[in-house]
């Protein structure tokens, strides 16, 4: 034994074992590299995509969702990963320093470095990192299988996956506590857990047992953790590499923002119909799902009882990368065409997935060969386009009635040579919807009370954004070029916004066109800019008790989710409460991705969503008039939320102002 804390390398090992374990070792990462080079051609047998750089962002995003699970760690779940994740990391670390001192150090250098305190320090650290990571695994078993989170998978694949690696940590608790009770250093206290074992291993075996035993536990613990070393590319362990490398190569342009299909005239192919349409950054995103279930948990869609389960998709066309010989049709065969119409491209799934999966995207490009190539629509969705097509709005309206809703208010109306602050981008909803109108109309009010200098552009007509992400991507493009041709005949500063719809559009998605670089401010950033500089002072006669719900297309997709909080509490007489689900985490009013105008026979998203509001205030704040909309006809015939007040933010705003 020595006189020093220093770390007993190959303590009573004999050489043909030390031989064995540095032959299997080679072997074993010799496997896994192929294993993983093997992954990356898969990857790279998709589609070139050309993807920015930007090595410090990624860098970034990598440590904060990769390593500091900045996306986890508010859960249960999170926490128990957190635990896994880390302490694996510390016992990976540990061995890498083990190799370092001795293969290095001893062999090469004749110095050793893990000794004395440095020593004590790496024994208590790894002991504490193996603990963390059993008891992760055994909360992460009692999720799964006691408790039965329905988006889990409970079979014998996972009691392998969760029971192999606690073997792992757990036979080299039992090797350390072998050697500890056969040599008993003074220092054996700096291996907690080790030491625990060693006082049991004492009570049970001889001195000449204990070496036997070590030997045999020995080989046990370095031949299980060079077969899972050499496993990891071929098992649910892949993610381990995957999920950071897919986390690294994440979208860093506006959330949410569709790929442009450049010169549409000139294609033959439109969108995904067969898988090797996908790109290199598609495929990785289906290889590096880690089969957590977030996205399942807080789809709006397969809550409502749609044929759409985000992780079912994932993992359908995972198997497929891996089955190159399944010649079934894509669309249609492999995946549900039911299923690609039932998603409302809300981004809840994009901001729960820990991997960064970007789902919406890969629907919306297999949705594209629907519409594009098949001229295969829902109910309902043909007829709102074709009247986008032809009179430039869903609803089918007379384009010359669009500024009818202020008829009485003498509208400012955009002119050539005549600059303005505001361009009032009033959108299809409040033009036409009687209910919605009611928005635009509250705006106007907060505009003249601030003393804003606004105009309307009279030829106005539906920005596309619905068409977009039904797959419709040519009615988009036409709707795009038009309406920046006509927003470049007037001078202003910034477009205003008032519908999320809208403001993603024209700010996120309208600079891919050329010319489509404008300055554009949602209505919720511009009245807090009207309140907080004094312009307005909102204050209501009747106290009055709101639950606000937020837009898909500000929260998540614009990560506004304070401003609009800002505007209630600054509202004199206003008191706010929070619902459940809230911020970005909030569930889908169920209007989005072309939903609004389709005929569905599932319970209806808005209901439930309604539902969950209800259990907070009777009044609902929104902030969007697709929400406005569909709230409105959840109440409908239904006896529990008929007498709810829906009121969208501009119209309480207004109503505070004096007239």
Known sequence: MYDMPIRPAFWNIPFWAQVGLYALGFVAVAVCIWGICRCVKLWKEGKVETLPAERKLR???????????????????????????????????GTATAVLDWDIGHYLFDARFLKGNTYLAYKLILDIAGLAAFVGLVAAAIRRFVLRKKT????????????????????????????????????????????????????????????????????????????????????YFGHMFKAPTNIYWRKLGPKGRIEKINDI?????????????????????????????????VCPARRAGSPL??????????????????????????????????????????????????????????????????GD?????????????????????????????????????????????????????ASYDRRAQKIARSMVKILRAAGV???????????????????????YQLAAMENIENLHKYQFKRILAHCPHCFNTLKNEYPQFEGGQFTVISHTQLILELIQSGRIKPKLAQPEKIVFHDPCYMARYNNSVGTS????????????????????????????????????????????????????????????????????SAMVGDKVLNGMEIEELSEIVAKGLED
């Open 453 to 475: 200098s606004f105009a309307i552009m009279q030829e106005e007509r539906c920005h596309g954004d619905f068409a977009r992400r039904s797959g419709e991507e040519y009615t």
């Open 59 to 93: 860098l970034e995003g990598l440590w904060r969702d990769a390593f500091m699970h900045r996306r986890l760690l508010k859960t249960p779940s999170g926490l128990i990963h957190f635990a896994i994740f880390w302490g694996f990391l510390f016992l990976f670390f």
């Open 265 to 297: 005239e000139e294609q033959e192919e439109f969108g995904v119909s067969r898988f090797d349409q996908f790109t290199a950054k598609q495929r990785l995103d289906f290889d590096a799902c880690t089969e957590c279930g977030r996205c399942s948990e």
């Open 565 to 632: 909080r800002k505007i209630f509490d600054s509202i004199e007489g206003l008191s706010r409460v929070e619902s459940i689900e809230r911020g970005k985490a909030a569930m889908c009013c169920g209007a989005g991705g072309g939903q609004m105008w389709m005929e569905s026979t599932t319970k209806k998203i808005n209901f439930i969503r309604l539902t969950d509001l209800r259990k907070s205030a009777s009044t609902v704040a929104v902030a969007c008039p697709h929400c406005l909309t569909m709230f409105e």
């Open 377 to 429: 629509f829902p109910p309902g969705l043909a007829k709102a386009l074709q009247n986008t097509q032809t009179v430039g709005n869903p609803w089918g309206m007379d384009p010359a009635n669009r500024l009818d809703w202020g008829k009485d208010l003498n509208l400012p109306i955009a002119k050539e040579g005549e600059p303005v602050d505001f361009l009032y981008w009033v959108g299809c909803s």
């Open 309 to 374: 389960d985000p992780k079912a998709l994932v993992m359908q066309l995972k198997a497929r990368l891996h089955n190159p010989g399944d010649d079934r049709e894509l669309v249609g065969g492999i995946i549900d065409k039911d299923a690609l119409w039932s998603c409302t491209t809300c981004g809840a799934c994009v901001q729960a997935c820990p991997a960064r999966l970007d789902l919406p995207r890969t629907i919306v490009d297999m949705r594209r060969h629907l519409a594009l190539e098949e």
């Open 152 to 235: 889990l998978e409970r079979s014998w694949r996972f009691i392998w996956i969760l029971s192999s690696l606690a073997a792992i940590i757990l036979t080299g608790f039992i090797v350390e506590g072998l050697r500890l009770a056969a040599e008993a250093p003074a220092w054996a206290h700096f291996s907690p857990v080790g030491n625990c074992f060693a006082m049991l291993f004492n009570e049970l075996f001889t001195a000449e047992q204990l070496y036997g035993a070590h030997l045999t536990w020995w080989i046990v613990h370095a031949v299980a953790a060079l077969v899972f070393v050499a496993l990891i590319p071929f098992t």
